[in-house]
């Protein structure tokens, strides 16, 4: 079983920073690519920040410069830095990861942490 455990979710005023962390346990042979998800009310969710295996970053337009992913591979955690907050990035944000598991890749996902921005 994989479990993706998320945290640093909070609140937080606009102009602030914050810095989620997702831990992957369970019996992982390996990680491929990570990646951050968000998801605010009545809204479909939507990819914010990818690192793959390889450490190369993509970052949905909206966040560009405000945020940065990265990842520890020695601790099998993803982080996602969050500076110059706005209150448009109130959502939940999801942790994602491509995992070996057995003898296949599949895609596991985290329960979520709130992050609400108030203006």
């Known amino acids: 079983q994989v479990q993706l455990v998320e945290s640093g979710g909070g609140l937080v005023q606009a102009g602030g920073s914050l810095r989620l962390s997702c831990a992957v346990s369970?019996?992982?042979?390996?990680?491929?690519?990570m990646a951050w998800y968000r998801q605010a009310p009545g809204k479909e969710r939507e990819r914010v920040a990818l690192?793959?295996?390889?450490?190369?970053?993509s970052y949905e337009d909206s966040v560009k410069g405000r945020f940065t992913i990265s990842r520890d591979n020695a601790k099998n955690t993803v982080y996602l830095q969050m500076h110059s907050l706005k209150p448009e990035d109130t959502a939940v944000y999801y942790c994602?990861?491509?995992?070996?598991?057995?003898?296949?890749?599949?895609?596991?996902w985290g329960q979520g942490t709130q992050v609400t921005v108030s203006s």
């Open positions: 369970g019996s992982i042979v390996g990680i491929g690519s």
């Open positions: 994602n990861a491509d995992a070996w598991v057995g003898r296949a890749w599949s895609n596991y």
């Open positions: 690192i793959t295996a390889g450490g190369s970053t």
